[in-house]
């Protein structure tokens, strides 16, 4: 079969594999968080838990590394999403 | 392995980007030399993209206008979408208090030709439903602009890489190595490069490099903490919304230090900004921990609070992410260093510029690639030299 190019990868942020590897190839990006800031996919209100697999896969591809050697994206609290209402009362619970 | 540049450029953040791009712009050969393993990995890519005007004071304020200036078609010169856009802003204040604090600030702003407004808190609600109830006076502008740092960052890398700039990662400088009164070369823990220039662009680190050379560089981390929203419909008129304390937390070290409120003594003074994703950005903090760029559940707290009693709609809106950056603040008087220095004459300093660095970052450019090559530059920076601390060095 062949690859579609204008797959949807991120859901939440609604960006292509097109637009990932311009961006790729245009910046020169070597790591899932350089992509996932310059083309804000991961960025999104899962915070990249459904799109991450494909995006390293992309980036794999695109520079020749190994899926494993890529870092996985860095982990910002909250690990799930939570009111701001939330985080001014109960600011000092811990979030994750 | 032995390289050789004409400028060696220590960061690849915001400053050190345009800097490399403007000397090269220049034809100079420049190597800019990154200890992360990408561009952004500081204060650049921790921030808020926020180009406040009326919150830049003389002699930073000459830097900010010159360098809005140079923004407006920076997107074409360095064809890079950096969404810029023009989303005014508005600093406003809870506290009856403060009412004669926002007058002067507004009256300061006229003489300074910004284009200020001041208006009150019933009218403000009226021009903008989503503004709290404890707002009771705000003052206007519309030449304030945000861009999307990431975008700033990686834009002014790729079109100095396209004239000829080379990027080396993963590369920390660890030593310098002089020849009487000029720098030799550079080594990293990978290379060494013989180089003409050294210029500082280290950020929040820039005094370690210095303390290679024997010098104090009086900068300090001061971190900031940040929250992001999930995206919400767009506000209809105010987008960059400014707490009055930000007047004080972020420029007045002393009144931070001497206050008796939590609050304050963590810096927390609000920047609200909405990007064009329809995203908040919920800022921000000034402390000084070290290089420790986490968040902390406190000062979270506090920020969430503020936050809600400015825009009460956020409350019920998600923060989906959260994050933290070292702002490199020059705690001799909080102002940049844009600086060549007596000996070595070859080393030129690029740093302190604490909340400001993404703002100013074009000018920083321009102006120190100017230093370099020609014998004077377009902007008077004698207020930012190095020779201002005398007596510490
Ligand atoms: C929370 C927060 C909000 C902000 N909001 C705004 C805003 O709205 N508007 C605005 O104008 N500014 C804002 N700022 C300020 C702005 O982010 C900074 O002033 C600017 O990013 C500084 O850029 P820089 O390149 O000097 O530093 P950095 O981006 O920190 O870059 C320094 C680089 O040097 C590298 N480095 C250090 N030591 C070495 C070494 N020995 N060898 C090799 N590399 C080294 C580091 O890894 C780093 O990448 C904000 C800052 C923070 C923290
Ligand atoms: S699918 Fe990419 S962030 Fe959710």
């Given at each position: 079969m062949k690859k579609k190019v204008n797959n949807t990868i991120c859901r939440c942020e609604e960006i292509s594999e097109q637009e990932i590897r311009d961006a790729i190839r245009k910046f020169n990006l070597r790591t899932v968080d350089a992509v996932k800031r310059l083309t804000r996919a991961g960025m999104g209100l899962c915070q990249g838990r459904t799109c991450t697999p494909l995006l390293t896969k992309i980036i794999a591809e695109e520079t020749d590394k190994k899926v494993d050697e890529l870092l996985p994206l860095s982990k910002r609290p909250p690990v799930r999403p939570v009111k701001v209402e939330f985080l001014a009362r109960e600011g000092e619970q811990k979030l994750d | 392995m032995i390289k050789r540049a004409d400028v060696v450029v220590v960061g690849g953040g915001v400053i050190g980007c345009s800097v490399a791009y403007y000397l090269a712009k220049k034809g100079v050969r420049v190597i800019v030399v990154e200890k992360k393993e990408g561009l952004s990995l500081g204060a650049s890519g921790a921030n808020q993209g926020g180009c406040p005007l009326q919150l830049f004071k003389s002699p930073v304020l000459e830097l900010a206008r010159e360098s809005l200036k140079l923004y407006k078609n920076l997107a074409e010169e360095i064809e890079c979408d950096i969404e810029y856009e023009n989303v005014g802003s508005l600093v406003c204040s809870v506290d009856e208090k403060q009412y004669p604090d926002m007058k002067k600030h507004f009256q300061d702003k006229r003489r300074e030709g910004i284009n200020v407004r001041l208006i009150e808190g019933h009218q403000l609600r009226k021009l903008e439903p989503t503004l709290g109830e404890d707002i009771i006076v705000g003052v206007e502008e519309w030449d304030s602009y945000m861009v999307n740092p990431f975008k700033v960052n990686y834009g002014f890398a790729y079109a100095a890489r396209k004239l000829g700039t080379e990027f080396l990662f993963s590369s920390q400088v660890k030593k310098i190595e002089r020849d009487k009164e000029r720098i030799a070369s550079v080594i990293t823990d990978r290379e060494k490069i013989k180089?003409?220039?050294?210029?500082?662009?280290?950020?929040?680190?820039?005094?370690?490099?210095?303390?290679?050379?024997?010098?104090?560089?009086?900068?300090?981390?001061?971190?900031?903490?940040?929250?992001?929203?999930?995206?919400?419909?767009?506000?209809?008129?105010?987008?960059?919304?400014?707490?009055?304390?930000?007047?004080?937390?972020?420029?007045?070290?002393?009144?931070?230090?001497?206050?008796?409120?939590?609050?304050?003594?963590?810096?927390?003074?609000?920047?609200?900004?909405?990007?064009?994703?329809?995203?908040?950005?919920?800022?921000?903090?000034?402390?000084?921990?070290?290089?420790?760029?986490?968040?902390?559940?406190?000062?979270?707290?506090?920020?969430?609070?503020?936050?809600?009693?400015?825009?009460?709609?956020?409350?019920?809106?998600?923060?989906?992410?959260?994050?933290?950056?070292?702002?490199?603040?020059?705690?001799?008087?909080?102002?940049?260093?844009?600086?060549?220095?007596?000996?070595?004459?070859?080393?030129?300093?690029?740093?302190?510029?604490?909340?400001?660095?993404?703002?100013?970052?074009?000018?920083?450019?321009?102006?120190?690639?100017?230093?370099?090559?020609?014998?004077?530059?377009?902007?008077?920076?004698?207020?930012?030299?190095?020779?201002?601390?005398?007596?510490?060095?």
């Amino acid at each position: 079969m062949k690859k579609k190019v204008n797959n949807t990868i991120c859901r939440c942020e609604e960006i292509s594999e097109q637009e990932i590897r311009d961006a790729i190839r245009k910046f020169n990006l070597r790591t899932v968080d350089a992509v996932k800031r310059l083309t804000r996919a991961g960025m999104g209100l899962c915070q990249g838990r459904t799109c991450t697999p494909l995006l390293t896969k992309i980036i794999a591809e695109e520079t020749d590394k190994k899926v494993d050697e890529l870092l996985p994206l860095s982990k910002r609290p909250p690990v799930r999403p939570v009111k701001v209402e939330f985080l001014a009362r109960e600011g000092e619970q811990k979030l994750d | 392995m032995i390289k050789r540049a004409d400028v060696v450029v220590v960061g690849g953040g915001v400053i050190g980007c345009s800097v490399a791009y403007y000397l090269a712009k220049k034809g100079v050969r420049v190597i800019v030399v990154e200890k992360k393993e990408g561009l952004s990995l500081g204060a650049s890519g921790a921030n808020q993209g926020g180009c406040p005007l009326q919150l830049f004071k003389s002699p930073v304020l000459e830097l900010a206008r010159e360098s809005l200036k140079l923004y407006k078609n920076l997107a074409e010169e360095i064809e890079c979408d950096i969404e810029y856009e023009n989303v005014g802003s508005l600093v406003c204040s809870v506290d009856e208090k403060q009412y004669p604090d926002m007058k002067k600030h507004f009256q300061d702003k006229r003489r300074e030709g910004i284009n200020v407004r001041l208006i009150e808190g019933h009218q403000l609600r009226k021009l903008e439903p989503t503004l709290g109830e404890d707002i009771i006076v705000g003052v206007e502008e519309w030449d304030s602009y945000m861009v999307n740092p990431f975008k700033v960052n990686y834009g002014f890398a790729y079109a100095a890489r396209k004239l000829g700039t080379e990027f080396l990662f993963s590369s920390q400088v660890k030593k310098i190595e002089r020849d009487k009164e000029r720098i030799a070369s550079v080594i990293t823990d990978r290379e060494k490069i013989k180089t003409n220039f050294l210029v500082n662009a280290a950020g929040a680190w820039a005094s370690e490099i210095g303390k290679m050379l024997g010098l104090t560089i009086p900068v300090r981390a001061r971190r900031g903490q940040i929250m992001v929203t999930e995206p919400v419909p767009l506000n209809k008129r105010w987008r960059y919304i400014l707490d009055a304390d930000y007047l004080t937390t972020a420029f007045d070290l002393a009144a931070v230090e001497d206050s008796k409120e939590a609050r304050i003594k963590l810096g927390v003074a609000g920047s609200y900004i909405q990007e064009k994703s329809g995203n908040w950005t919920i800022g921000s903090s000034r402390d000084f921990a070290g290089y420790n760029n986490r968040v902390t559940m406190q000062t979270l707290k506090y920020m969430a609070k503020r936050a809600i009693k400015f825009v009460p709609k956020l409350k019920d809106i998600s923060c989906i992410r959260t994050f933290a950056g070292l702002r490199p603040f020059c705690y001799g008087d909080g102002l940049p260093i844009l600086s060549k220095i007596k000996s070595p004459q070859n080393f030129v300093i690029a740093t302190g510029h604490a909340g400001e660095g993404m703002t100013l970052a074009p000018i920083t450019g321009k102006l120190i690639a100017e230093l370099i090559t020609e014998s004077g530059t377009s902007l008077s920076i004698d207020a930012f030299s190095f020779s201002r601390f005398k007596n510490i060095n």
